[in-house]
């Protein structure tokens, strides 16, 4: 038996329009249909509106081209009846000149045929007979007409449009129509010019005046006049007779064709474009009420419209809520089954009615195996069951924590895990409880974590207890004590008068809260306390008479663990220390009065000599006034002379003991603004015996207008004179020439750091210093000399730097040979004392030695 032939299937080409639309129409989904479904009617509706548009658009200009049509014609056959008339008055006027010219008239007979032609035709309003020299001859006008307009004979033509007019038809020997600008109180006139001739000679014009009212009165015809608005125009569109409708306002028209201005014009002739003729059809359309039908048509039609929108808009915004919805309840489904928390419903008698995909991960069941499962539930561990029994009818009877409830939970495979459970209840639209909804959450790393940071705290409070130092932790503004370790416990107990105490005593502003506030805030309210623990720590050393201890003070602030802004304060006990450095101090002082006493000692010799010469030059003076006293050889005036002269050698003597004592005697230290200069000349008057002793000649240079320092100025002498000293021993070892024996101390401002200074610099010719000496030069007791103690140097950078200066040494070359050294040092220009100092911390030490 044969097989039998699939059936082909038909071209959708051969089949029928309207099958291949219902074909296409079933392959559209839902939602494409119910947009064609509404776009079809609408599209429709805009169709047949379009057609009554088109339609009425079509009918509206068919009757314009009519009326234009009509306009057109209606103003030509005006037009051609005023230049009929025009001619026919041209050639009675020419015919007038002629008789002039072949002077056939004279000036009483050209009055006569005038007035006769101004009565007969009532548009002329003059005639004027006007010779070669522009001199009016004749001159006849209507009764009309006002003195000011008449022209008087034997006057001479001056207006310049009938002047120039005038020219013209002199010039050309032909007839010239003028147009004379209307007065403010006349009317508008046309102007005819046509020139007399005697033989070949011009002999004047004969100048015809039109009232253009009159033209216009007598030379429109009635029946065009009746139908349209005829008015006279010049040049310019300036009207002259007549009425002109006024053009409608385009903003004002509700439809492109809504009353069109029907308006013609064309130029009269003879004259030309000085006169036109302009006429308007007068508005025939009833406006809006006479298209009443097409609105009303738009009015159906819109309104069809939009409610096919809005029906349309409707169903769109169902549609919408729909996939709303779905993609609603989608999204809250795998919302569910990605949340890593395990929630699971249970109905009013303790059955689990819903577990989610994270529940089932946690524990390791499926949902078929606890969906619809009572207690005692898998998970539950076997050891705790009568507890989570209890737990479960506290569970159902409302009697839960908000903070939940934390138990353990065992999986599918038998581990355990910690977990804590939160429990509220499950209401359904209507309100009703149907029963009881709990998210469970898996803590079992967070106790771990816990556990550890409770080992943690554990031993950072061990430590901080066992620290050396006092630490303590208070809000600003308050007296309340958030930490104190057991130091601060052992010295100040457990309230906060301690921290406040040291805070005081530190100096440190706090500013308590205002009694008038409610609100509690303190004074660095606003301030970013996140970057208040990155700031650098403040610190001052205190003495509390109460435990007769020198404290170190260190506070800052930070941000404490509930937000507030707090203030740590370490006092650590320095008393040992501070009493370590007021001996070091104390012994320092007295190092420096040594080696000021050793100076004055090794300059003994250079002072002996140096006091020598005033001594002997006394004993010379009392020697010789005995023995002139004796041998009555003096008078008064000589011997008074001789007194005078020997106290000047006592004081210099006196002086030179007197900085002696002062340079070498023991005082509290003492700084003060002192004068440069000053400073400078003390230090010269002693180092210039050791020089003159050493036949060393001392130079010195102090810029002028050098500010004053805050200095010890025995401190600096001394220390000018001491490197002036070894700039002279460093001569006298190098063994120089006498020429080349010489030492220069300037004193010039400089700048270190970007702040002024003042720097000293001494430079002497001697041997200069060995690279080995540069090494240990400021190391104590190290000296190059074989009788000396090697505490100078030393002592003077100690002086300097507890100036807040710097010192340095430098050979000075000539080529590769050295020729003398340099010593130089700079002090820096303050006006306060500086916060730590060797004085200060002697100083208090002294008055409080702990």
């Known amino acids: 038996m044969p097989l039998p032939r699939p059936t082909a299937l038909p071209n959708p080409m051969n089949l029928p329009p309207l099958a291949r639309l219902q074909g296409w129409w079933r392959r559209l989904t839902p939602q494409r249909q119910d947009r064609f479904a509404m776009l079809a009617p609408l599209a429709a509706v805009l169709l047949f509106l379009a057609a009554i548009v088109a339609a009425f658009g079509y009918l509206r200009l068919e009757e314009i081209d009519r009326e234009q049509e009509a306009v057109r014609r209606d103003v030509e056959y005006t037009q051609q009846r005023l230049r009929l008339r025009l001619l026919e008055r041209q050639e009675q006027l020419m015919r007038v000149a002629r008789e002039v010219s072949n002077r056939e008239l004279d000036a009483d007979d050209f009055q006569g045929r005038a007035e006769t032609l101004i009565n007969r035709y009532p548009e002329l309003q003059s005639l004027s007979w006007i010779d070669e020299r522009k001199r009016i001859k004749a001159s006849v006008g209507t009764a009309s007409l006002s003195n000011n307009q008449l022209k008087t004979v034997g006057s001479t033509l001056h207006m310049g449009e009938t002047e120039s007019a005038y020219s013209l038809a002199r010039d050309l020997q032909q007839p010239i129509y003028a147009q004379r600008s209307a007065a403010p109180d006349n009317s508008a006139t046309l102007q005819l010019h046509i020139p007399l001739s005697e033989g070949a000679r011009f002999a004047g014009v004969l100048l015809a005046e039109y009232s253009v009212d009159g033209l216009f009165r007598y030379g429109v015809p009635a029946e065009v006049s009746a139908r349209y608005a005829v008015s006279f125009h010049d040049a310019k569109g300036g009207l002259l007779a007549g009425m002109s409708i006024p053009a409608r306002n385009p903003a004002a028209r509700l439809l492109p064709w809504d009353n069109p201005a029907n308006v013609y014009e064309v130029p009269v002739s003879p004259v030309g474009n000085g006169l036109v003729i302009r006429g308007q059809a007068y508005r025939t359309s009833l406006g809006v009420i006479g298209s009443g039908l097409f609105w009303l048509v738009t009015a159906l039609s819109a309104m069809t419209a939009w409610m096919l929108i809005a029906n349309w808009r409707h169903t769109r915004r169902r549609m919408q809520a729909q996939q709303a919805l779905v993609s609603e309840t989608v999204f809250r489904r795998a ?12 109905d009013l008698q303790g059955r689990i009615t819903y577990v989610n995909a994270a529940f089932c991960q946690m524990t390791g069941w499926n949902e078929s195996d606890l969906v619809g499962r009572t207690a005692p539930f898998p998970y539950w561990p076997e050891a705790d069951l009568d507890s989570l029994n209890a737990r479960l009818e506290e569970e159902l009877a409302g009697k839960v924590l908000a903070s939940g409830i934390q138990f353990r939970v065992k ?23 149907t029963g009881w909804m709990t998210s469970m959450t898996d803590i079992t790393e967070p106790n771990r974590i816990r556990d550890q940071l409770s080992a943690s705290h554990e031993r950072f409070t061990t430590v901080l207890e066992a620290l050396d130092a006092s630490i303590s932790v208070a809000p600003l503004g308050s007296d309340e004590l958030l930490f104190a370790n057991k130091l601060y416990r052992l010295w100040f107990g457990t309230q906060a008068g301690g921290h406040l105490q040291l805070v005081a005593e530190a100096g440190v502003p706090v500013t308590p809260p205002s009694d008038e506030s409610l609100d509690n805030v303190d004074a660095f309210a606003g301030l970013p306390t996140d970057s208040l623990p990155d700031t650098e720590a403040e610190s001052s050393e205190v003495y509390l008479d109460a435990l007769g201890k020198w404290l170190e003070v260190r506070t800052r602030y930070l941000s404490w663990v509930d937000g507030r802004l707090a203030q740590m304060v370490i006092a650590t006990d320095i008393t040992a220390r501070r009493i370590a450095e007021a001996q070091a101090a104390a012994q320092t002082e007295r190092a420096q009065t040594a080696s000021r006493l050793i100076t004055m000692g090794e300059m003994a010799s250079s002072v002996a000599h140096e006091l020598n010469q005033p001594l002997t030059a006394i004993n010379n003076y009392c020697n010789g006034m005995v023995s002139r006293i004796k041998g009555q050889q003096i008078s008064e005036e000589d011997l008074l002379s001789a007194l005078e002269k020997t106290a000047k050698q006592a004081q210099r003597a006196g002086q030179i003991i007197q900085r002696i004592r002062s340079f070498v005697k023991r005082s509290e230290p003492n700084r003060s603004l002192s004068e440069v200069a000053a400073m400078v000349d003390e230090a010269l008057e002693l180092a210039e015996i050791e020089m003159r002793r050493r036949n060393v000649r001392l130079t010195h240079y102090v810029a002028p207008r050098i500010p004053a320092l805050l200095v010890d100025p ?10 002036l000293k070894n700039a002279a021993d460093s001569i006298d070892s190098a063994q120089r020439p006498t020429a080349q024996r010489s030492v220069r101390l300037r004193v010039v401002p400089t700048q270190v750091n970007d702040k002024p200074a003042v720097e000293f610099m001494v430079i002497d010719s001697g041997q200069g210093l060995a690279p080995e000496v540069m090494a240990r030069l400021y190391e104590s007791f190290y000296s190059t000399k074989a009788d000396g103690m090697g505490i100078g140097l030393s002592l003077c950078r100690s002086i300097v730097e507890s100036h807040l200066g710097r010192m340095k040494a430098e050979n000075i070359y000539n080529g590769a040979q050295v020729t003398g050294c340099c010593f130089s040092f700079w002090i820096p220009v303050t006006e306060s004392l500086p916060t730590v100092g060797t004085a200060q911390t002697t100083k208090d030490a002294r008055v409080k030695p702990g």
């Open 335 to 346: 919302m569910e089954n990605s949340m890593l928390t395990g929630m699971r419903a249970l």
């Open 411 to 433: 999986r599918k495979n038998g581990t355990l895990f910690d977990a804590r459970l939160y429990v509220s209840p499950l209401i359904d639209a209507h309100g009703v409880q």
């Open 714 to 723: 025995i401190l600096i002498e001394q220390v000018l004179v001491n490197l």
